[in-house]
């Protein structure tokens, strides 16, 4: 099995980076679920939106970022039994600050590869990799594939409420629902 994952809101919590980013600079209060491009951009503007990424997504900001809770450990598991890999919409140049950050936690060695969809699409990567899962935090990554047997699972951490996700796509509050996904997929 191929498991393609986002990194951003999706393994390391930049999502909480935005949060601070945009009460700090906007003085907007989100939710971190809030903090995907295609929820956030409604709310603050595409102008502030890609400002603040500009800060979250360098180096200092990334490294410095927490796990979204369970990621780790639940990567770790699952690396034993499916090759990882992440997809990014991270350009190439801040790949680095990612794999850094992944090294950091002892977690590196999980993932077979670690890709950019800049430029691209997320669809094209999980294409190209042989993707069987696609767990992603946006849910425009997921709503714009279409690859036959492709599992998608939007994975907002700590959202209680579900968003309306479509047909065909999983919502998971929490890395242990992931698991439990994936698992009925193998």
Known sequence: MVIAID???TIADTS???VKWI?????VSVSPWECSRT????????EAYERMG???YEQASTLQADEISG???TLRLLSKRAALHVVTARTEERIPYAREWLANQG?????AGIHSSSGSSKAVVCSAIGADVL???DIRHLCRIDIGGLTRILLQHGREAEPGCGVGITFCSSWQQVFACVHGVS
């Open 7 to 9: 990194y951003d809101g």
């Open 16 to 18: 909480h980076e935005k």
């Open 23 to 27: 009460e700090a600079n906007l003085g």
């Open 39 to 46: 929820e956030c951009v409604p709310i603050i503007g595409l």
């Open 54 to 56: 500009n800060a979250v």
């Open 71 to 73: 990621a780790l450990g």
């Open 107 to 111: 977690a590196l060695d999980c993932f």
């Open 135 to 137: 767990i992603d935090d």
